[in-house]
C-alpha cells in the first residue's frame, strides 16, 4: 500500500474536470485507489465521490493506492494532481 499526500493549490479545488480527469486517469490501473480528506474514503473510479469529498483549494489530502500495480498507479495520479494545482 502506497499512501502520499497533497495540498490543493488550485483555488476551486477538485470542480468537475479535474475530478473527471482523475476519473479517467485511474480507469486504467487495477488497484484500489482512494482519495482521503477528513477523515472519509472516496472512490476515485468514481466521479460523485470525489465530488462530494468537499476537497476544496488549499485542502491538504492523501491518496492511497493498493494492488498489484500501486506504483504505477500513485505516479500517474501524482503527476496529474500536480499538474491540476497540487503539491506535495
Excluded: W, Y
Excluded at 11 to 29: C, I, W, Y
Excluded at 63 to 83: K, P
Amino acid at each position: 500500500m502506497h499512501i502520499k499526500t497533497f495540498t490543493i493549490t488550485n483555488k476551486l479545488g477538485f470542480h468537475a474536470r479535474p475530478a473527471a480527469e482523475l476519473v479517467k486517469t485511474v480507469a486504467s490501473f487495477k488497484s484500489e485507489i482512494n482519495l482521503i480528506f477528513n477523515g472519509k474514503k472516496s472512490d476515485t473510479r468514481s466521479l460523485i465521490a470525489i465530488l462530494s469529498s468537499g476537497i476544496v483549494g488549499g485542502s491538504t489530502f492523501d491518496v492511497q493506492a493498493n494492488g498489484e500495480d500501486e506504483i504505477e498507479a500513485m505516479l500517474a495520479v501524482s503527476e496529474l494532481i500536480n499538474r491540476l494545482g497540487g503539491e506535495h
